[in-house]
């Protein structure tokens, strides 16, 4: 994947200086990487060296300003955003989105983990499909997100429903307690005031 991925920015940006401003661009530091030699080799150093700095996002965020509408970059900047890091260890767990309280419903939710795990299989090497398959399977799993937003929002607002509910139910048994307070005070009074009598 990253060797692809040194590709397609060796076509995108193909000569040192572009490589150098995309990786000062990124806030790396340029001062570990070599920028002599075929461009090729200078952006398998560049991608290198942000994998090992965990700066792959900043990388491609930063190589799409100068090309928006890449697929390739598009691709492999998605799979970081979602959890996945070809060839190196997952880090970033404060990028990822919370999900606490979010379910659709199966039938989704098994198409969805089924493009994961075709996803999982390319990037752990198992199936050598290469990009233009993972490019198709990004885009299907793109098309269901939409579906699994709908059923999260329908799931959110009943349990929206239900937590209103158990709220009213909590004010009533507050009610009923306080009022039961209020009648043991109220017998207690009148026994001893019958009792002084």
Same mark, same amino acid.
């Given at each position: 994947?990253l060797?692809?991925? %040194?590709?397609?920015?060796a076509?995108l940006?193909?000569?040192?200086? #572009? ?9 790396? =530091?340029? &001062? ?5 030699? =075929? ?5 398998? /150093? ?8 965990? @700066?792959?996002?900043?990388? +491609?965020? &930063? %190589?799409?300003?100068? *090309? ?10 998605? !799979? *970081?955003?979602?959890?996945? *890091?070809?060839?190196?260890? @997952?880090?970033? =767990? ?11 419903? &199966? ?11 075709? +996803? ?14 993972? @490019?198709?399977?990004c885009?299907?799993?793109? @098309? %269901?997100l =939409? ?5 999260v ?7 929206? %429903?239900?937590?209103?509910? +158990?709220?009213? /139910?909590?004010?009533?048994?507050? #009610?009923?307690?306080?009022? !039961? +307070? ?6 207690v ?9």
């Amino acid at each position: 994947m990253l060797n692809e991925l %040194s590709a397609e920015l060796a076509n995108l940006y193909g000569d040192s200086e #572009s490589a150098k401003r995309v990786v000062d661009e990124s806030g790396m =530091p340029s &001062t570990f990487i070599e920028f002599d030699g =075929p461009i090729i080799n200078v952006w398998h /150093r560049i991608v290198q060296q942000a994998s090992s700095r965990r @700066k792959i996002p900043e990388l +491609l965020r &930063t %190589s799409l300003k100068g *090309y928006p509408q890449n697929i390739t970059l598009q691709s492999v900047l998605w !799979l *970081y955003e979602h959890g996945q *890091y070809p060839n190196e260890v @997952k880090v970033y =767990p404060e990028e990822r989105r919370n999900y606490s309280r979010e379910a659709p419903d &199966t039938e989704t939710l098994l198409r969805f983990i089924r493009s994961v795990e075709e +996803l999982e299989q390319i990037i752990n090497g198992s199936e050598r499909l290469g990009l233009r398959s993972l @490019k198709s399977i990004c885009f299907n799993l793109e @098309k %269901s997100l =939409p579906e699994i937003r709908e059923q999260v929002n329908k799931i959110d607002s009943q349990l929206d %429903s239900i937590e209103s509910r +158990l709220r009213m /139910r909590n004010i009533l048994m507050w #009610s009923i307690a306080s009022g !039961l +307070l209020i009648l043991a005070l109220i017998v207690v009074i009148l026994i001893t005031r019958q009792g002084v009598l």
